[in-house]
T-cell receptor, first 110, second 113 residues
Framework: DAKTTQPTSMDCAEGRAANLPCNHSTISGNEYVYWYRQIHSQGPQYIIHGLKNNETNEMASLIITEDRKSSTLILPHATLRDTAVYYC???????????FGTGTRLLVSP | DAGVTQSPTHLIKTRGQQVTLRCSPK?????VSWYQQALGQGPQFIFQYYEEEERQRGNFPDRFSGHQFPNYSSELNVNALLLGDSALYLC????????????FGPGTRLTVT
């Protein structure tokens, strides 16, 4: 499983965009980039995934570099409820064995 | 539509005892994965069940075992509990080979004293 590297923590002002980076330089051609988040004392929650094209859903946008060695999760208008640990995971689809790192702790402040 | 449910919510056991945790997957899902999350760490994959068989396993000792029932619900059993087994145990369900995401339950907080 490809390893990912994320900053330990980040801060963001409420209403501003939160940009969370992730490095995955050893990603293989068939592996997807997934983002999950875990709000305190809850189970992880799926956010978005992508292979090589940029993706957007109701929660976030995912920007993957052309060489696929890094990506950025964008929360366009962060709210206090977005305070959580964000995990970037590289995985194949189907019968996934998610390998979580320590993630990025995002603190959104008023 | 009920999501993933786990029971019990909290559990306190003594070192050396055995424990069973339970998980009901999201409706329509046939695959259940179990994860252990120690305090301050990311979840660690224990094993995954599909069609009542253990399909893949993480780096956990044989003290950790599981079962999947015909209705796709699952149990995680841990024998000879150690203090280090204290953690949040998470169950996640998905749709087998077609999944793009896993749905996690709220977890069971196990404390071993």
């Amino acid at each position: 499983d490809a390893k990912t590297t994320q900053p330990t923590s980040m801060d963001c002002a409420e209403g501003r965009a939160a940009n969370l980076p992730c490095n995955h330089s050893t990603i293989s051609g068939n592996e997807y980039v997934y983002w999950y988040r875990q709000i305190h004392s809850q189970g992880p929650q799926y956010i978005i995934h992508g292979l090589k094209n940029n993706e957007t859903n109701e929660m976030a946008s995912l920007i993957i570099t052309e060489d696929r060695k890094s990506s950025t999760l964008i929360l366009p208008h962060a709210t206090l409820r977005d305070t959580a640990v964000y995990y970037c995971i590289v995985s194949y689809t189907g019968f996934q064995k998610l390998v979580f790192g320590t993630g990025t702790r995002l603190l959104v402040s008023p | 539509d009920a999501g993933v449910t786990q029971s019990p919510t909290h559990l306190i056991k003594t070192r050396g005892q055995q424990v069973t945790l339970r998980c009901s997957p999201k409706s329509g899902h046939d695959t259940v994965s179990w994860y252990q999350q120690a305090l301050g760490q990311g979840p660690q994959f224990i094993f995954q069940y599909y069609e009542e068989e253990e399909r893949q396993r993480g780096n956990f000792p044989d003290r950790f075992s599981g079962h999947q029932f015909p209705n796709y619900s699952s149990e995680l059993n841990v024998n000879a509990l150690l203090l280090g087994d204290s953690a949040l145990y998470l169950c996640a369900s998905s749709l087998g080979g077609a999944d793009y995401e896993q749905y996690f339950g709220p977890g069971t907080r196990l404390t071993v004293t």
